[in-house]
C-alpha cells in the first residue's frame, strides 16, 4: 500500500515477482514512475516524453514502461531486463 511505500525507502526498487520483459537491442528506455508524485507523472508524463522522443531522432528506443509506487534504482533492472544501455527514470 501507499502508506507502507512511504514508510519503507526500501521498497519499490525490483521488479514485482514475476515480470517479464521481453529483451532487445535498445539505446535508451523511459520509465514513468509515479514514486513520491503521481501527480506530477499525470501531469507531465506524456509532454516530457513527446520532448524527449523528438530529440532521440536516430535512436532505439525501447516501449515505455509504467511503474507504479517505483523508485529510481528500479530503472537499472529494467534497462537490465530490456536490453536498454541507458534509461530515464
Not at 514513468?32 to 503521481?38: E, H, T, V
Request: proline share 4%; no cysteine.
Amino acid at each position: 500500500g501507499r502508506a507502507e511505500y512511504l514508510q519503507r525507502p526500501d521498497l519499490g526498487r525490483r521488479l514485482a515477482e514475476g515480470t517479464e520483459l521481453d529483451r532487445g537491442e535498445h539505446d535508451v528506455v523511459v520509465v514513468l514512475a509515479d514514486g513520491l508524485s503521481p501527480q506530477a507523472v499525470h501531469a507531465h508524463g506524456v509532454p516530457m516524453l513527446r520532448a524527449l522522443t523528438t530529440r532521440l531522432d536516430g535512436w532505439r528506443i525501447a516501449p515505455v514502461v509504467i511503474a507504479t509506487q517505483a523508485r529510481v534504482a528500479l530503472g537499472d533492472e529494467i534497462a537490465a531486463g530490456l536490453g536498454a544501455r541507458s534509461v530515464v527514470v
